[in-house]
């Protein structure tokens, strides 16, 4: 890769991260991952019934809709505004952010059932009807540091490595995961290379974002090397190979334990999860974001003084 290809490639993921921050996600219906949802509902009401069928359809159906996004993609005009207008949309940090910060918001109001319908309708899939405070709290920081990864992270690395059409096949991916990646009798073979391709491709971004959440908290709560610690001893315990690592370590950032009933437990920690405890994980991405802008800045001053 030129240094000059790198250099603009910087430039589209500070000027997306700051169109993100300004707008978030607009488009409604019409926004890059809402078609992509279309796109695999359409796939998944024609696949057919029996399993290595719905294997090789899902794989198959993935394929089809990588290259035709990417085919958009690649249409688009070469100007830096819209390609940083686009990978705006192929990433979510405002948007999780305010999610996060309205189930905060309603733990520290006491209005636990307002904190359990927010916490289910944004950020988790799992039930929430009878989640305690605590769990609330402790999903709601699970999501943000998960995301962190998924949502911020991978996406602009897909970016920095390929381009938008790198950018929008990760996300394609990510979406027929979330979609797909379960073990049931609908999904189990439709999304399997779903699945797999989305565990391959976070592998390095979900280690980064441990990584960025230990020195964050470093400097937050001088809990860095915890951090870090943590998320090398209990990554594994998640199903994922990669959702643990961003959780543990913001596990051990805010020295608490996180779980989820009948599945894991990550950290050791004993402070309870709550609404300020929600804030300060909040506070650590935050500066984890300001550290990926900070890098970008450099890598675009420092290509540039290179030529």
């Not at 305010?98 to 189930?103: I, K, M, P």
């Not at 920081?141 to 390929?162: F, H, K, T, Y």
């Not at 643990?244 to 009933?261: H, N, Q, S």
């Amino acid at each position: 890769m030129s240094i000059e290809r790198l250099r603009r490639r910087c430039t589209i993921a500070l000027l997306a991260l700051a169109i993100d921050q300004g707008l978030g996600d607009p488009l409604g219906n019409l926004h890059p991952v809402a078609l992509m949802g279309h796109w695999l509902r359409l796939g998944e009401r024609y696949a057919p019934d029996t399993s290595w069928a719905r294997l090789v359809w899902g794989a198959g159906w993935l394929g089809l809709g990588w290259w035709l996004s990417s085919s958009v993609v690649s249409w688009l005009p070469q100007h830096w505004l819209a390609q940083s207008g686009c990978a705006s949309f192929l990433m979510a940090y405002r948007d999780l952010d305010r999610a996060v910060a309205a189930v905060e918001t309603a733990l520290a109001n006491g209005d636990l059932v307002a904190a359990r319908r927010l916490l289910g309708w944004h950020l988790v899939s799992r039930p929430t009807a009878d989640l305690s405070a605590a769990e609330v709290a402790g999903a709601a920081i699970e999501s943000l540091a998960e995301n962190l990864s998924d949502s911020v992270i991978a996406p602009l690395l897909a970016l920095l490595i390929g381009g938008l059409p790198a950018m929008v096949i990760y996300r394609f991916t990510n979406t027929a995961d979330a979609m797909w990646g379960y073990r049931t009798p609908t999904y189990e073979y439709l999304g399997k290379v779903a699945a797999r391709c989305d565990d391959g491709f976070n592998i390095i971004p979900a280690r980064l974002t441990a990584i960025l959440i230990a020195l964050a908290a470093q400097i937050v709560n001088r809990r860095g090397r915890e951090a870090w610690h943590i998320a090398r001893r209990d990554a594994g315990k998640t199903a994922s190979p990669n959702a643990g690592w961003p959780m543990a370590a913001m596990a051990g950032a805010l020295d608490t334990i996180l779980t989820k009933r009948d599945h894991y437990a990550l950290g050791s920690g004993s402070c309870v999860p709550n609404a300020a405890m929600i804030a300060q994980a909040r506070q650590i991405v935050r500066l984890a974001v300001g550290m990926v802008v900070i890098g970008l800045g450099i890598g675009v001053v420092f290509q540039r003084w290179q030529r």
